[in-house]
């Protein structure tokens, strides 16, 4: 069993719609809790960074940490174009030992 | 400001050479981490430092080499080049709340 499983994709939304990114993990020593998003053939760049449980909110993106479930989301409103992007969750005890899910690609239609 | 700054960004190796990725930061960051993105499996740790002189083993090790002789460089060398390290090979650092990755360097071994 891989220590984070991130939901696959793909999905494709139109434009203005709400994006729900999950992620669920085993390892209840974790504490930093990440999303990085990758446009094509770029390297991750970091969206929100939290090390508590509960939601944290950054203009449209607001990432959720449930420990007691071991469960992780990124929602994404007022989804436009340019979101399109593989999103990935990453996590760990140290925050520079992080484990990473396989990534979930992202479609906005226009 | 350049960041983090990887080279080459493409390479082609025979089965048997080795050869060095470069990775250099200009942000004082003392953490820096080598990670390869394979399809469908994320990013998987391969090194990482918490400083210069201090370096330690990730989830996928063998096969490669790493040093940290100053915190702006960590190199990453691939001893004997084999066909199941081809891959896309991202090099992060951070100082804390989040990694900054470089752009990538794509390796192929024939």
């Known amino acids: 069993q891989k220590e984070v499983e991130q939901d696959p994709g793909p999905l494709s939304v139109p434009e203005g719609a709400i994006v729900s990114l999950n992620c669920t993990y085993s390892n209840s020593a974790f504490q930093y809790f990440m999303w990085y998003r990758q446009y094509s053939r770029k390297g991750p760049e970091l969206l929100m960074y939290?090390?508590?449980?509960g939601n944290k909110e950054d203009g449209r993106f607001t990432a959720q940490v449930d420990k007691s479930s071991k469960y992780i989301s990124l929602f994404i409103r007022d989804s436009q174009p340019s979101d399109s992007a593989t999103y990935l969750c990453a996590m760990g005890f140290r925050d520079y030992k992080l484990s990473f899910g396989a990534g979930t690609t992202v479609t906005v239609r226009a | 400001n350049a960041g983090v700054t990887q080279t080459p960004k493409f390479q082609v190796l025979k089965t048997g050479q080795s050869m060095t990725l470069q990775c250099a930061q200009d942000?004082?960051?003392?953490?820096m981490s080598w990670y390869r993105q394979d399809p469908g499996m994320g990013l998987r740790l391969i090194h990482y430092?918490?400083?210069?002189?201090?370096?330690d083993q990730g989830e996928v090790p063998n096969g490669y080499n790493v040093s940290r002789s100053t915190t702006e460089d960590f190199p990453l060398r691939l001893l004997s080049a084999a066909p199941s390290q081809t891959s896309v090979y991202f090099c992060?650092?951070?100082?804390?709340?989040?990694?900054?990755f470089g752009s990538g360097t794509r390796l192929t071994v024939v």
């Open positions: 942000m004082n960051h003392e953490y």
């Open positions: 430092s918490v400083g210069a002189g201090i370096t």
């Open positions: 939290t090390y508590s449980s």
């Open positions: 992060a650092s951070s100082y804390s709340g989040g990694y900054t």
